[in-house]
C-alpha cells in the first residue's frame, strides 16, 4: 500500500508541477531567443534612410522639365530610384535584363510602352543586359498620370514618348531567377 501511496504521490506531483516547469522552459527559451535577436540588432550598424519630401520632389521634377534628363535619387547595390523627364524620345531598341525588375510611376505626361514578345536578333551588351532591334507578339501599353507598370525581369520592353513625360523608376538588381 505504502508503495501505491508513493507512486500516487508522484504522479499527482508531476502532474501538477510539469506545466510550470514546461512554462518556465519555454519562457527562458523566449527569453534567451529574444535576447540574442536584440544583441544581433544592437551589433548591426544602424540602416540609413533617406527622405524625398513631396516638395523636393516636385522642384527636383521642374528643373528636369527645364533641362530633360534623369536624377539618380537613390544607387545602391540592391536597387536604383531614378526620377526622369523626358520629352520627344524613343528607344530604338528593345532592352531586357536577366538581374533587375524596373517599377515605373508617372507624375505627369504620358508614355507608350512595348512590352514582352519575342525578340529578334538580340546581342548580349553586358553581363545581364540585353538588346534586340525587334520583337513579335508584343503588348502594348500606354501610360498616363498616376499609372503604375511593373517589369519583371527578363520581359523585353521599349519606350516611346511623343510629348513629354516625368516618372520615377525603381529597379531591384540581384540574381537571376531560377
Known sequence: MKNDAVKDSSRR???LTAPVAAAAGIALADATLFTSHAAAQADAPAAA????TAK??????KALQAAPGNNNLVTSKD???VLTT???KSAKEFEWHEYRDHVFQIHEGSTVYELGGTPKNGRNTKPGEWLAPAAEGTTTVTLNKGDMLVIPRGMPHRRSTTGSVSFLMFSTIGTPKA
Open 79 to 81: 536597387f536604383v530610384v
Open 13 to 15: 506531483n508531476f502532474i
Open 56 to 61: 523636393t520632389l516636385e522642384e527636383d521634377s
Open 86 to 88: 523626358e520629352t520627344a
Open 49 to 52: 534612410y533617406q527622405l524625398f
